[in-house]
Nanobody, 122 residues
Framework: QVQLVESGGRLVQAGGSLRLSCAAS????????MGWFRQAPGKEREFAAV????????SYADSVKGRFTISRDNAKNTVYLQMNSLKPDDTAVYYC???????????????WGQGTQVTVSS
């Protein structure tokens, strides 16, 4: 089973940028599509971005499309989320997770990491 550790979250001003990282253990990392999800205070966890196992396909939630970019380095067992033009509404705990199903309808499975807090001030 893949174990995940997210990092890179911090306080940033609106309009700024951050890059989140998710380090995965296990030799099967490159077999899975990976997704980033986020959970804002008082809200349900929501999908943000997904990348296919080999990195050839990506998909984004409308709320982050054009501002966030997901990528992965299978040699390093790491998936990234580059976040630009950040808004206060992006404030949330960000989680990575393995996903199944199509890129258009990713379904998280397996264990979640502890998440990393992103706070965007106005």
């Amino acid at each position: 089973q893949v174990q995940l550790v997210e990092s890179g979250g911090r306080l940033v001003q609106a309009g700024g940028s951050l890059r989140l990282s998710c380090a995965a253990s296990g030799r099967t990392f490159s077999s899975y599509a990976m997704g980033w999800f986020r959970q804002a205070p008082g809200k349900e966890r929501e999908f943000a971005a997904v990348i296919s196992a080999r990195g050839g396909s990506t998909s984004y939630a409308d709320s982050v499309k054009g501002r966030f970019t997901i990528s992965r380095d299978n040699a390093k067992n790491t998936v990234y989320l580059q976040m630009n033009s950040l808004k206060p509404d992006d404030t949330a705990v960000y989680y990575c997770v393995a996903v199944k199903g199509s890129i258009a309808t990713p379904v998280p499975f397996g264990s979640w990491g502890q998440g990393t807090q992103v706070t965007v001030s106005s």
